[in-house]
């Protein structure tokens, strides 16, 4: 690499070294002390574990076997997989059927259909709650999957529209000349041609809305509540946080579950999170 250029970045690497330090103490110190008896804990810092971090015998899994059998955070580790996942996987699907509409159908009023969506975006959740949990009430959709479900998909609809259209308003036109002069309908051109194109965008939106779903706490406090046999991860752990005004080692080891599965899957898809987010950058 050239010197010059090399000093010319020096300071942006410094930054993100700075900035992944940052990032990376707190989550080490919430690993180690979830290991952690409750004597080691409140003798010495996590940090003195450092010297002697390859020394088995210090850890222990008895936090992490409290929490997921006597806490009950096993089940709603379940809970949070069964409405992340196909809560995900509707949103997606839904937000690119749409986004292949706007960009690449013609009909009548598609642009301020479109601006409409997007617009959405701007509504607070709060707003929506009212005027909802009456139909869900109606519809005793309450406390439900499918009722957890539909709600993460209508309020991630416009975000995740917005995001696909970013990437199919860019995808060339002579693609679906060619599709229609050799016979393929739009859904056809969709499911054979636009969604394999779209892997890594689909996989940016994934990503994006499965985190959101996962953490989200408002949504699923509101629509599921404190049912246990429903109730996510994050509703799970704000219980915890309540009821502990002691024996807060326990926190650290659910907060560490509710962490690894987010992490599992952004590191799995990180190769096609950022081909993602570029494509639809440059248009032309």
Same mark, same amino acid.
């Given at each position: 690499?050239?010197?010059?250029?090399?000093?010319?970045?020096?300071?942006?690497?410094?930054?993100?070294?700075?900035?992944?330090?940052?990032?990376?103490?707190?989550?080490?110190?919430?690993?180690?002390?979830?290991?952690?008896?409750?004597?080691?804990?409140?003798?010495?810092?996590?940090?003195?574990?450092?010297?002697?971090?390859?020394?088995?015998?210090?850890?222990?899994?008895?936090?992490?076997?409290?929490?997921?059998?006597?806490?009950? &955070?096993?089940?709603?580790? %379940?809970?949070?997989?069964? !409405? =992340? /996942? $196909? +809560?995900? #996987?509707?949103?997606? *699907?839904?937000?690119?059927?749409?986004?292949?509409?706007?960009?690449?159908?013609?009909?009548?009023?598609?642009?301020?259909?479109?601006?409409?969506?997007?617009?959405?975006?701007?509504?607070?959740?709060?707003?929506?709650?009212?005027?909802?949990?009456?139909?869900?009430?109606?519809?005793?959709?309450?406390?439900?999957?499918?009722?957890?479900?539909?709600?993460?998909?209508?309020?991630?609809?416009?975000?995740?529209?917005?995001?696909?259209?970013?990437?199919?308003?860019?995808?060339?036109?002579?693609?679906?000349?060619?599709?229609?002069?050799?016979?393929?309908?739009? &859904?056809?051109?969709?499911? %054979?041609?636009?969604?394999? !194109? =779209? /892997? $890594? +965008?689909? #996989?940016?939106?994934? *990503?994006?809305?499965?985190?959101?779903?996962?953490?989200?706490?408002?949504?699923?406090?509101?629509?599921?509540?404190?049912?246990?046999?429903?109730?996510?991860?994050?509703?799970?752990?704000?219980?915890?946080?309540?009821?502990?005004?002691?024996?807060?080692?326990?926190?650290?080891?659910?907060?560490?579950?509710?962490?690894?599965?987010?992490?599992?899957?952004?590191?799995?898809?990180?190769?096609?999170?950022?081909?993602?987010?570029?494509?639809?950058?440059?248009?032309?």
């Amino acid at each position: 690499m050239n010197p010059t250029a090399l000093v010319r970045r020096m300071p942006l690497h410094v930054f993100l070294l700075v900035f992944a330090f940052i990032w990376v103490v707190p989550t080490l110190g919430l690993l180690i002390t979830s290991f952690r008896s409750p004597g080691d804990i409140v003798a010495s810092g996590w940090w003195t574990t450092l010297p002697r971090l390859f020394d088995v015998g210090q850890f222990s899994l008895d936090n992490y076997r409290a929490v997921l059998t006597q806490e009950g &955070l096993g089940l709603a580790f %379940r809970n949070s997989i069964f !409405i =992340s /996942v $196909p +809560a995900t #996987a509707l949103s997606v *699907i839904v937000a690119s059927l749409a986004a292949y509409g706007f960009a690449c159908l013609g009909f009548v009023g598609r642009r301020p259909l479109f601006v409409l969506v997007v617009a959405l975006m701007v509504v607070p959740l709060q707003m929506t709650f009212i005027p909802v949990l009456p139909v869900y009430r109606w519809l005793r959709l309450g406390g439900t999957y499918p009722g957890i479900w539909l709600a993460h998909t209508a309020y991630g609809l416009p975000l995740t529209t917005f995001l696909m259209h970013s990437f199919m308003s860019g995808l060339p036109k002579d693609i679906f000349d060619s599709a229609s002069i050799d016979g393929a309908g739009p &859904l056809t051109t969709f499911w %054979r041609i636009v969604m394999p !194109i =779209s /892997v $890594p +965008a689909v #996989a940016s939106v994934f *990503i994006f809305q499965f985190l959101w779903i996962w953490n989200d706490l408002l949504v699923a406090l509101v629509y599921v509540g404190a049912t246990p046999d429903v109730a996510p991860l994050t509703v799970a752990v704000a219980n915890l946080v309540t009821n502990r005004g002691q024996n807060w080692e326990l926190l650290t080891a659910a907060a560490f579950i509710t962490m690894a599965l987010p992490l599992v899957v952004f590191f799995s898809l990180q190769r096609y999170f950022v081909r993602g987010i570029l494509a639809g950058s440059v248009k032309g």
